[in-house]
């Protein structure tokens, strides 16, 4: 399990811990979260047999849920099938005391693509932290949203200073997903408190690109916990961003209040959102796949996966000359994928891996790549977000910004 203020991995969840033994008297206990989500699981794939992430997911699950032998059993089917993604021994806590696990990973690493196609961008002092990266492309400006730092810093020709005008009150909030709206010299920034009093508190910040001027905030105001992670803006400034702990989508028209999109407890952790080019459809990553959601009626359908590949843990996601390029952390080694979508783009066809392994997604114990912003033909992103590191007290290492020339 990979969980950071503002980003949760999908497998290994680990829930609160129930009741224990109960007598043959009783009605049988309720199944526990563990088991109750590998059913989901268990649901899903009967619906998708061919779905690799899914599989993977169950496989996970059923380790969560104290299931080692149905663990195994899972994971030699991914063996057999020979599952393109490098699976880590530390996405299962049990699994690995069977003598035949240590095989079945070193099998998966074998089959495995590794490509490293990404080059360095630029670097940015460790103690940022950053959790995404937002880009402005009449000044050239790049921003990233600190984490334990709780502010923004503009980064432009080498140098690194505080973006924000004046401190953002009430303090305390994390920043997670932004984007820069070029046309209207805006900048969205979702940020939430994931610690403390406050846990579960979430805004969205509109700034002045320009001035660093706090325009706006929005907050829901419902006494319910969210966590506002990822952000799009459509050209008529429509912004749509997921609430991954309120399971659902929220939209702002017009700078108006929040109002929700795809309402909560719909989805398991939305996370990644992007626009199709015409801007009629949404596509939001949750914890094992995607959904469409149609702008004009608000219904949700599957995005089906044909691939025989995973599309599960997706952090960021962006819609690119009809594909969708997502960034994976969720499920094994974090990767960089493409997803070929079928004319109607309610199919993924195929997974086209552009970066994989890379070495700087590792380079500190426990660092994920997470999300990026599209530049041109580009995806600047972040390689090693390091929240393990400011939870164990661990030296950080410079954040590293790649940049990864996507196909046409």
Known sequence: MRVSAGKMALVGLVWASVLGCTSAARAPAA??????????????????????????CLCAAYDDAGKVNEAIACLEVLDQ??????????????????????????????????????QLAFTAPAELVPENVAYDPKSGSFFLGSVPLRKIVRVSGGHVRDFARDPIEPPGLSVVGMKVDPVRRTLWAATEESHGAEAGRSELLLFDVDTGELLRRFDPRDGRPHLFNDVVIGANEDVFMTDSSGGGVYRISGRRALEPFVPAGTLEYPNGIALSADEKRLFVAYDIGIVVVDIATGALTELRNDSGDSIAGIDGLYFHRGTLVAIQNGIGRGRVVRLTLDSTGQRVTHVEVLESDHPDFHRAPGSVPTTGVLVGDQLQYIANYQSHSTHNKRALEDVRILTLDLPH
């Open 31 to 56: 199944p526990s979260k563990e088991e109750a989500y590998a059913r989901r699981l268990e649901q899903r794939l009967a619906a998708a047999p061919g779905d690799a992430g899914i599989r993977y």
């Open 81 to 118: 099938r020979g599952w393109p993604v490098a699976m880590l021994a530390k996405d299962f806590h049990k699994s690995p005391q069977r003598p035949e696990f240590e095989g079945l990973v070193r099998r998966s690493d074998e089959h495995a693509r590794r490509l490293h196609r990404s």
